[in-house]
């Protein structure tokens, strides 16, 4: 009987150390695409899990008992009335920046509303310990005075300059040029110059929009925030759900952790009928075509679905193609469209040779671990600027969209599957990305704790000393001033020395030769 005493009295021990570290977690990720949900998926659930209450705003709830879901997913609406898939297609980057930012400034607007989310801003009973906010809507930090709980960045993408400056990162606008900008050869002087002048109209586009994201805060909290961009340099940490090898190389602070290359990875499960008998009968070999949840295929008009059409047909193999076809287009016999595929799984697959792809990180990152060289063909935002940095590395044949040239494209497919370099390369890669003391999940769960042991002297833990110097002695231009002019002055000194030396010496000699004259 004893020892079923000190059973239950250690369960109970154990129950109230749990209940006793148990922390209330916000989650904000309110962008309408299933990628950037996905990124963070794993996160909540492995939180809840270790005994934290999680409250998740998210446009893609879960239906998850461990979590409290606050629907967004009118997101998802609001996009498709602006057109969203169709204008991510068309224009330029410039274009799109503008139109996603107005987009972002409206929607905020919208979720604010909602009476689930007014009943987190008006509840004077609820607290949280953290609040978790994705980057793009950073307007929600202010959640984090609310609570007057720390607050910690997300991203699932490469960040912007802008952020990388609030974190104390290393930014160089020649170096890690803005994920939304063109490619251009940094090794010549004009190239650099282009580089400088698009960074300087992309940073003014954002900061136009700065004013309309603080008003709203303005309009739902009064004075209670600080301003906009106080809010992001506060934030305690910055979790990058980016594989390493899908950014630029960097000097980053402590307050930056990455934690991509991987984190999305699900269990498998068994592929629907269909496209396993399909795949399994593709003993020469399959492609696998999405272009992402956000650019659809159906949007990319006639000409360019009949050319493609057209040249997956005339390859050897067989293909799968996410793409909503509503029996508008006849499809070749070795070509199979659904409108969804579970990615993963069919990655998994060891038929698939080949994975043409938009270059979006999830994408990018499932392809490495699955060790699937790839065709890519960037649509909008960051995935050109992605797919650019996996093409030097030997894993990925790029073909623009705009146009999209069919010749290029089947070029592209034959020569990836046809040159081993590319399979073994993405292997190398894989090797690399997986070769970490611990993963990405592991890393933001002890990172997220890290911040609630520490609440609010985290930032004394991880000072970072360019927080309190000015931009020109963090770049030491006083001591090189100071330098310069010092080697001037010793210069000008010197020179004058000299003068006055050579002057004395002629005038001496001038006067030596007078006298002999004279004598």
């Not at 002019?485 to 005038?507: D, G, P, T």
Request: proline share 4%.
């Amino acid at each position: 009987m004893m020892w079923k005493k000190r059973a239950i009295l250690i369960l109970l021990l154990a129950i109230n150390y749990l209940k006793c570290n148990c922390s209330n977690i916000l989650g904000i990720v309110p962008t309408a695409s299933y990628s950037h949900q996905l990124a963070y998926m794993n996160l909540w659930n492995e939180l809840s899990l270790k005994g934290h209450k999680v409250t998740v705003l998210t446009t893609d709830p879960q239906n998850n008992p461990n979590l409290t879901e606050i629907d967004l997913s009118l997101g998802y609406k609001f996009l498709q009335e602006r057109s969203w898939s169709q204008k991510n297609t068309e224009g330029s980057s410039l274009d799109y920046l503008h139109f996603m930012s107005q987009c972002l400034c409206d929607v905020v607007d919208l979720y604010l509303n909602l009476p689930e989310v007014q009943n987190l801003i008006s509840n004077k009973t609820l607290h949280f310990d953290v609040v978790m906010v994705e980057s793009l809507f950073a307007e929600f930090l202010v959640f984090g005075e609310l609570f007057q709980a720390p607050t910690i960045l997300l991203t699932s993408y490469e960040f912007p300059v802008l952020m990388h400056k609030n974190f104390q990162n290393d930014y160089h606008d020649i170096l890690y040029p803005d994920i939304l900008l063109p490619y251009f050869d940094a090794n010549s002087f004009m190239g650099r110059l282009k580089i400088f002048a698009i960074q300087w109209i992309i940073q003014n586009i954002r900061a136009q929009y700065v004013p309309l994201r603080q008003n709203t805060i303005d309009k739902f909290f009064g004075n209670i925030s600080l301003p906009f961009d106080q809010l992001v340099a506060k934030s305690s940490m910055f979790f990058v759900s980016v594989s390493p090898v899908l950014l630029y190389p960097r000097a980053l602070s402590a307050r930056t952790v990455i934690i991509g290359g991987g984190t999305t990875i699900k269990p498998a499960e068994i592929l629907e009928k269909e496209v396993k008998h399909f795949l399994d009968a593709a003993t020469s070999g399959a492609i696998y075509f999405s272009l992402g949840s956000n650019a659809k295929s159906e949007t990319l008009g006639n000409a360019t679905l009949n050319g493609i059409i057209e040249v997956l047909q005339q390859l050897p193999y067989k293909v799968l193609w996410k793409f909503n076809n509503t029996n508008t287009y006849k499809m070749p016999s070795n070509i199979l469209t659904l409108p969804w595929f579970e990615q993963q799984d069919v990655l998994r697959h060891p038929n698939i040779k080949l994975f043409i792809t938009q270059g979006g990180i999830q994408s990018l990152e499932e392809a490495i671990y699955f060790e699937k060289p790839m065709v890519g063909i960037p649509m909008f935002a960051d995935q050109e600027s992605n797919l650019k940095k996996l093409e030097r590395k030997g894993v990925v044949k790029l073909v623009q969209s705009k146009p999209l040239q069919h010749d290029k494209l089947k070029e592209a497919i034959l020569e990836v599957i046809g040159d081993v370099g590319y399979l073994e390369k993405v292997r190398l890669l894989n090797r690399v990305n997986l070769d970490q003391p611990m993963s990405g999940l592991e890393k933001a769960v002890w990172w997220t704790e890290y911040v609630l042991r520490h609440r609010g002297n985290v930032d004394h833990m991880i000072h970072h000393l360019a927080k309190e110097i000015p931009w020109y002695q963090y770049y030491m231009l006083d001591v090189i001033s100071f330098l310069g002019a010092s080697i001037v002055f010793l210069m000008s000194v010197l020179y004058f020395l000299v003068k006055f030396i050579v002057r004395r010496l002629i005038i001496g000699i001038n006067s030596e030769t007078i006298m002999k004259k004279r004598m």
